[in-house]
Every structure is written in structure tokens, then in C-alpha cells.
């Protein structure tokens, strides 16, 4: 079965994440970019991911279309802000119609909101087999517990198949 890992990530966390996923199931990754970045510190960060993220903004993407149909399984990555997920996610749910696929989440937080997180997700697409998740707190700040924790996650998925 063809896996695609579809993610946003803005510290390297969740990057970090779909690294360790990519290896462990051999699976393709589309790292969202987009075409202006967000502050990356001090306050100035939190305000505009959180603000986005309130008001529902979809910022422009710069990837190339990809064809999702070549996929039996998607799985989508995306740091918590606000308690939800990151906008450019937003923005590629909007873009694409996900239907009828098997999803799988992941999500790298500082502390918490990930299983709001993932609930909103899930309302954003409907008409899927929801298959796993998982949420690690900054993961590179112990990459090895991470690591192996999502490659036993990974390795779950792929027995599902």
C-alpha cells in the first residue's frame, strides 16, 4: 500500500516526526511550505500562529499539486497552536478532497491541546478510516525516546495494513 505523510512544521518538531515515520514505512512526504513565513521568535510567534489559527487564516502554499490518488493512506502532521492545528494544514484540507482514505495524525506540542487537536481534524475530514495517532511533547529535546516511540507507532500502522 502507498503511504504519503503530508506536514507543516514550524521548529523542526513535527519534521522530526515525519522523518522517523518516512524511514520506518517507507513512505513519501510532502513538507508543506508557504509563501510567508511566520516570526519565529519572541512574542511575536505565538501571536501570529495563535491569531491565525482564531481566524481561521489559510496562507498561500508554494508546493506543487500532488496526486493524492496515487495514495491508499495519508498521514498528517502538524505542531498544536491554539489548540488546533497549524493553518497551513488548514489551508491544504481546503485545496485537496481527502475522501476515502485511511488517516493516520500526528502532532508535536509544547504542552498540551492535542487531542482537541485531533478532534478538529477529524471533522475536517470526514469520510475517512481514522487509523492512528500520536502527539509527542518537543520532541527534538529527547530525540531518542522520541524516535523510538514513533517508530513503534509507525510500525503499528503498518501491521494495520
Partial sequence: M?????????????K??????AKTMNADTMELKISKEYPKKG??????????VIFGEKPELINDRIDLSRYETILIGTPVWAGSY????KTFLEEYRIQGKRI???????GGGAK???AKLKD????????????LVEPKKNPEDSSNEVVKWAAELLMKE
Fill in 43 to 52: 512574542f511575536g510567534k505565538y501571536f501570529w500562529g495563535g491569531k491565525s
Fill in 86 to 89: 497549524s493553518p497551513p494544514i
Fill in 104 to 110: 493516520a495524525l500526528f502532532a508535536s506540542h509544547g
Fill in 116 to 118: 482537541k487537536c485531533f
Fill in 124 to 135: 475536517a475530514l470526514p469520510g475517512n478510516e481514522f487509523i492512528g495517532e500520536i502527539a
Fill in 2 to 14: 502507498s503511504t504519503l505523510i503530508v506536514f507543516f512544521s514550524f521548529e523542526g518538531n513535527t
Fill in 16 to 21: 522530526f516526526i515525519s522523518e522517523t515515520i
